[in-house]
């Protein structure tokens, strides 16, 4: 009887604290936002951050309270945003494809070995070495930190260059964030030019680390007729908006490294 | 309530922020103490939870303990008891305030949880139980008080510490002491410093 006492004892208070808890998740239940649970459920889960917030369960409350619009969401595409803006009732959201592009070239059939690296394999270690192995200050290391970020199998390390298949590519950013060098941008998937290089170097300069690099020959931006070629610091660019992809800056490039995307 | 009576409560109450200090003096919640510091706000929403727990915890387990477990002569069951009740306890509160004040739930919602089985909580509802063994005349007003002092004790040292270490990150520190051992260094430092309030109280409240 003596042990009795204090288990009934501790057993009420538990049994006690068990039922007021219960009764307590009911009668003070909060509702959840069902659009915020059917915004989730659609999103792709991959919680990568393309969008800007926490994950999924971020943007999809985001999203139901209305601080952010549809479309933000990159590895979901075109059909979530559609889907999401069906569910917020705020219509069609259109909603341009994007993909990662990596602004460079330099092969190592183009460029040359400065120095042997023995280190770790990484471009991010090899590139406070002097900048890296490569004969270009701005070009690809080809170790590949921007492979292993990749989520979706769309990066793949060609002869010491990266390449990104943009059919592969959702453009959720994290190569982006993950090469050294900044090569890596993202761009719309369209009927557009896109320069294949960074080095910000004097033509000359270029000219000696790397063989197909960009000389700011100004050639492109002369004949482009909509404006959407600028040369500056050496280095052309492309506004994607402005681009009609008509493919004469590619063909005027004397370097060949103005490349068309989109083009089957 | 007279004037005496006051007077002792402020007594406790300096004494448990100044004298007693649950983290400098007794050692108990380092855990939060080291890991919520880093920054001013975070310090301070942790701190807030701890207090508003510590006094309901001490305002559901004193009764608990007083009417229940002493007169069954079961006051050995109190620590399994009290952590029983003050999980239950943090487990209702989080609920309540999510249904009834959203705002306060989100700002204090991450901490809440994590205090459910902090030892500084179990400590003030444990160690004024002592005090009431050792002086008849500290009451549950008394008991709910210290509570009450404990928690504000607990955000002084959490903020204090938390601008120590913001200042902290702009010093150039040895590398061999970067990290925790620098952290350690200072909140030793800090709790050396709290031993200076020593029979202060004793003389204000005389």
Redesign the interface.
């Given at each position: 009887m003596e042990m009795l006492?204090?288990i009934m004892?501790?057993g009420i208070?538990?049994l006690l604290?068990?039922v007021?808890?219960a009764v307590?998740?009911v009668v003070?239940?909060?509702p959840k936002d069902e659009r915020a649970e059917a915004l989730e459920a659609i999103l792709p889960g991959a919680n990568c951050g393309a969008c800007g917030y926490s994950g999924c369960p971020g943007y999809a409350a985001a999203m139901a309270k209305g601080e952010a619009v549809p479309g933000l969401c990159s590895p979901g595409g075109a059909d979530v945003a559609k889907k999401c803006g069906e569910i917020l009732g705020s219509g069609d959201v259109e909603m341009e494809r994007k993909a990662a592009f990596v602004r460079c070239m330099g092969s190592s059939d183009n460029t040359t070995e400065k120095m042997e690296y023995d280190g770790l394999e990484s471009c991010t270690a090899a590139s406070l070495l002097n900048g890296g192995t490569s004969s270009c200050r701005f070009g690809c290391l080809g170790l590949g930190d921007c492979l292993k970020v990749c989520d979706y199998g769309a990066i793949k390390i060609c002869n010491g260059v990266a390449v990104i298949d943009e059919e592969k590519c959702v453009a959720c950013g994290k190569c982006e964030k993950a090469c050294p060098k900044g090569l890596i941008k993202l761009a719309p998937v369209k009927k557009m030019a896109v320069v294949r290089c960074s080095s910000c170097d004097k033509g000359r300069d270029t000219m000696q680390s790397c063989k197909v690099g960009c000389i700011g020959c100004m050639k492109c931006q002369k004949t482009c007729e909509a404006g959407a070629v600028t040369v500056a610091n050496g280095l052309a660019a492309v506004d994607p908006e402005k681009c009609t992809g008509c493919g004469k800056c590619a063909e005027a490039c004397p370097r060949k490294i103005i490349t068309m995307c989109g083009v089957q | 309530m007279d004037a005496q009576m006051i007077r002792s409560l402020v007594a406790i109450f300096l004494a448990a922020i100044l004298t007693e200090n649950y983290v400098l003096n007794k050692f108990l919640g380092i855990c939060p103490f080291l890991g919520v510091s880093k920054k001013l706000d975070t310090a301070f929403g942790m701190s807030c939870a701890v207090t508003v727990v510590m006094v309901i915890a001490t305002a559901v387990t004193w009764p608990?303990y007083t009417y229940?477990?002493v007169p069954?002569g079961?006051e050995y069951?109190q620590t399994?008891?009290f952590i029983?009740?003050i999980?239950?306890l943090v487990?209702?509160l989080e609920?309540?305030l999510?249904?009834?004040m959203p705002p306060l739930y989100n700002s204090l919602g991450i901490y809440l949880p994590l205090i459910t089985t902090n030892c500084a909580v179990l400590g003030v509802t444990m160690l004024v139980l002592e005090k009431g063994a050792a002086d008849p005349s500290f009451g549950f007003v008394q008991s709910l008080v210290n509570a009450f002092g404990s928690g504000v004790g607990f955000l002084v040292a959490m903020l204090l510490f938390a601008g120590v270490r913001e200042r902290l990150e702009d010093c150039d520190i040895p590398e061999t002491f970067r990290g925790l051992p620098i952290t350690l260094v200072a909140a030793s430092l800090v709790a050396v410093s709290f031993l200076g309030f020593n029979g202060v109280v004793d003389r204000l409240a005389g």
């Open positions: 006492t204090p004892i501790v208070i538990g604290a068990g007021i808890l307590a998740s003070m239940a909060v | 608990l229940i477990l069954q079961l069951l399994l008891v029983l009740v999980a239950a487990q209702l609920t309540a999510h249904k009834y």
